[in-house]
T-cell receptor, first 116, second 113 residues
């Protein structure tokens, strides 16, 4: 059971370039999340989704876009990369159904992105 | 505004002793609280959680305490082991229907052999 898989593991972008961070989960979880971790700043929520076709903003959504066309996949898009988006990005998922209301997040191993 | 706060960036403890990690929150709508452990170059790993209807939850060497009136939770690790050395994050989820999980800034625990 792979859990939450993120690709790529590392990426270097030039300012103004765009890219998509991929996230897929095989646990049939309804809810998926994107976080970024900056040194000393903990994990900040970028976007989340409670099901296919439904997304919502988190704490730091500016500069990012998401889509959720399937239960399994939740890609994060950076359109015009900026140095401030240098960070480690984590995708997470949870069941989110009433029968498992208190369910923890399961995380992928992250994508380390550098924008220069 | 930081809704979940971990005011101690780091903590050092001798092997075999108790480690106590603290977390404060400001949002009274949080109803589910979690602790995660993170090693370098890996994603956070779930450790233990507690619902707001309880004040204590145990799982082996790990115990989480919740004081709702003080809006404070703590993680106790007894006995501490060198393999426990990692960054620990507390997190909280709101009942307001948004299903957001908000994280603190983390505490780096170092267990000395």
């Amino acid at each position: 059971n792979a859990g939450v898989t993120q690709t790529p593991k590392f990426r270097i972008l030039k300012i103004g370039q765009s890219m998509t961070l991929q996230c897929t989960q095989d646990m049939n979880h309804n809810y998926m999340y994107w976080y970024r971790q900056d040194p000393g700043m903990g994990l900040k929520l970028i976007y989340y989704s409670v099901g296919a076709g439904i997304t919502d903003k988190g704490e730091v959504p500016n500069g990012y876009n998401v889509s959720r066309s399937t239960t399994e996949d939740f890609p994060l898009r950076l359109e015009l990369a900026a140095p401030s988006q240098t960070s480690v990005y984590f995708c997470a998922s949870t069941l989110g159904q009433a029968s498992s209301y208190n369910s923890p997040l399961h995380f992928g191993n992250g994508t380390r992105l550098t924008v220069t | 505004d930081q809704q979940v706060k971990q005011n101690s960036p780091s903590l050092s403890v001798q092997e075999g002793r108790i480690s106590i990690l603290n977390c404060d929150y400001t949002n009274s709508m949080f109803d589910y609280f979690l602790w995660y452990k993170k090693y370098p170059a890996e994603g956070p790993t779930f450790l233990i959680s507690i619902s707001s209807i309880k004040d204590k939850n145990e799982d082996g060497r790990f115990t989480v305490f919740l004081n709702k009136s003080a809006k404070h939770l703590s993680l106790h690790i007894v006995p501490s082991q060198p393999g426990d050395s990692a960054v620990y994050f507390c997190a909280a989820r709101s009942t307001s229907g948004t299903y957001k999980y908000i994280f603190g800034t983390g505490t780096r625990l170092k267990v000395l052999a």
